[in-house]
């Protein structure tokens, strides 16, 4: 799978994407994901901040109406930072880029980093670990949302003949590469790789392990969004709170 296969997956699901963020429920991000990134990043007032696989900019936005003083949001996918364009405010802004490749940033730029579920989709997860920890300020934070490599490594369920979940399936869980999922109808890849794999590249790049969270749902959430019963089950996410000392 090269990368320019990789991105025409993307500009393939993108209209159905900007669509489904901007109108639909999106629920694992506006139930479960968006309050454990917000309070991981913190108070971002003032703060310069890179997002990295920005998509259609709902995160930078959060962060820019949270009070920060800049966000750069940058994603492989043209139609996603044209609709990103769309709805920028002046304190935030974005650039069609591959994230494993961020040598047009200076060293020691900015004090927070995010990627929102991203560093699932790149072949080269450590090469974005080197570049944030790069262009981050001593003491800046990375902040990762990722699919949780239990999920990752399989994510189906096993059911029975009246299409029930009966379990999470979790297998070829050491076969690190690429797996392929429909999303919204279209086939796209991401890469699955376990849970030692991202945390010992965090420690070889440098980074100090502030904390992690495998998100689940609390109940008045579970009321709000009962499509996501499956998060009180089993771990479809994990979020890093990564510092560069
Ligand atoms: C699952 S979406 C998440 C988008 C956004 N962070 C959000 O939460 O709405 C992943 C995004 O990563 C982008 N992406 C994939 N590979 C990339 C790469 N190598 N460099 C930059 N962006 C990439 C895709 O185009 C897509 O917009």
């Known amino acids: 799978m090269n990368d320019e296969k990789l991105r025409q997956e993307w500009m393939e699901l993108a209209p159905r994407w900007v669509k489904e963020v901007r109108e639909g429920r999106n629920s694992p991000r506006k139930g479960i994901l968006d309050p454990v990134m917000l309070e991981a990043c913190g108070d971002v007032e003032g703060l310069s901040i890179l997002d990295c696989g920005c998509g259609e900019g709902r995160f930078c936005r959060m962060l820019v109406e949270r009070g920060a003083k800049y966000v750069l949001g940058l994603d492989l996918c043209e139609l996603m930072i044209e609709a990103a364009q769309e709805l920028q405010s002046g304190r935030?802004?974005?650039?069609?880029?591959?994230?494993?490749?961020?040598?047009?940033?200076?060293d020691e730029t900015f004090d927070l980093a995010v990627s929102y579920l991203n560093q699932c989709d790149l072949p080269d997860f450590k090469a974005n670990n080197r570049e944030v920890f790069r262009v981050l300020k001593r003491g800046g934070r990375f902040i990762i949302a990722n699919l949780h490599p239990m999920k990752s490594a399989t994510g189906k369920w096993l059911r029975n003949e009246a299409g029930e979940k009966l379990h999470a399936i979790l297998?070829?869980?050491?076969?690190?590469?690429?797996?392929?999922w429909a999303m919204l109808g279209v086939m796209f890849t991401n890469f699955h790789r376990t849970l030692s794999t991202y945390i010992n590249d965090f420690i070889e790049t440098g980074f100090l392990i502030k904390?992690?969270?495998?998100?689940?749902?609390?109940?008045?959430?579970?009321?709000?969004?009962?499509?996501?019963?499956?998060?009180?089950?089993?771990?479809?996410?994990?979020?890093?709170?990564?510092?560069?000392?």
Do not use: A, M
């Open 171 to 180: 297998d070829n869980y050491f076969d690190e590469g690429e797996r392929h």
């Open 92 to 106: 935030d802004e974005y650039r069609v880029q591959d994230v494993q490749v961020l040598d047009f940033l200076e």
């Open 211 to 245: 904390r992690i969270i495998e998100p689940t749902l609390s109940v008045d959430r579970l009321e709000e969004y009962p499509e996501l019963d499956d998060e009180l089950r089993v771990p479809n996410f994990i979020v890093y709170i990564l510092e560069k000392p």
